[in-house]
């Protein structure tokens, strides 16, 4: 059975909706459920209890869960204590949607869909867990680079095997000197160890040529964030925080779309 084209892109919107509202429940809890002192199962924290207002801790209802609709009729505010709900939540879901359309028009219903579709799933979570958090999850990244891996063995032009690996490899090396230049300059980590293995994690993916631009546009993206905070009025010093993690994932995305044309002749040299 086929569908007609509008009708299949619509179909996928919608799953990337509900997928977005799904990747909303997974940023507020990861990070709770390994902070937590209680010993529960990644699966289980996740899983339970049901949705619910972080303020009033009232279950939500089916209706004040739909994605993109119950914000807008809700005008962004709890329906029971009329608590601000963060424009975090449609942005997902609006983001996610987007994923979903561009992969399926690139790639169809391919194994290459999936795999992309978990790629920039998993950066959209860590996008916004590590701007809320600081907190790069390891249930994240290391299956982010498992999944790559797995895209060089199906896929192996233009990033085999070995290129991922090498890849990885100068990713998470990479940033480690970096982090460890800056803490004997300065006496304090600059980066987090998520960053080495996120950073680690797209190397599988794209390869160790791409890891340094990825770094340099990465840095300055960071210090273009230092730059808006200053404008808008917040004081800085050197034990400020600053997620490094949305900085490469805005990196990554720009440079691997100024290079896509040209990433096999990269790699064929």
């Not at 007609?4 to 990861?30: A, D, E």
């Not at 990885?168 to 982090?179: C, K, P, Q, R, S």
Request: aromatic share 16%; charged share 10%.
């Amino acid at each position: 059975m086929t569908f007609p084209p509008s009708l299949t892109y619509l179909i996928v919107l919608i799953f990337g909706l509900i997928l977005g509202s799904f990747f909303n429940v997974l940023i507020h809890r990861i990070p709770k459920s390994i902070q937590s002192a209680k010993k529960k199962s990644l699966f289980s924290a996740i899983s339970f209890p049901k949705s619910y207002c972080p303020k009033c801790k009232k279950s939500l209802l089916i209706r004040h869960n739909l994605p993109i609709i119950s914000w807008l009729f809700l005008l962004g505010k709890c329906y029971f204590c009329k608590a601000k709900i963060t424009i975090r939540y449609p942005l997902v879901e609006l983001l996610s949607a987007f994923i979903f359309l561009f992969c399926f028009w690139q790639y169809g219903v391919t194994t290459e869909f999936f795999l992309w579709l978990i790629f920039f799933s998993i950066l959209l979570i860590l996008f916004f867990i590590d701007l809320e958090t600081f907190f790069l999850p390891d249930c994240l990244t290391i299956p982010l680079m498992l999944v790559g891996i797995l895209k060089s063995l199906l896929y192996p032009f233009p990033i085999d095997l070995i290129n991922a690996i090498l890849g990885g490899l100068v990713g998470f090396f990479a940033l480690f000197i970096t982090n460890a230049i800056y803490k004997f300059w300065r006496g304090v980590d600059g980066f987090g160890f998520g960053d080495f293995k996120l950073l680690a994690a797209l190397g599988v993916w794209f390869g160790a040529a791409l890891i340094i631009p990825i770094i340099v546009l990465g840095a300055l993206i960071a210090l273009l964030m230092v730059g808006l905070l200053s404008l808008v009025g917040r004081k800085l010093n050197l034990q400020m925080m600053i997620p490094f993690g949305p900085a490469l994932i805005t990196a990554t995305i720009i440079t691997v779309s100024y290079t896509h044309l040209t990433l096999p002749t990269i790699y064929s040299v």
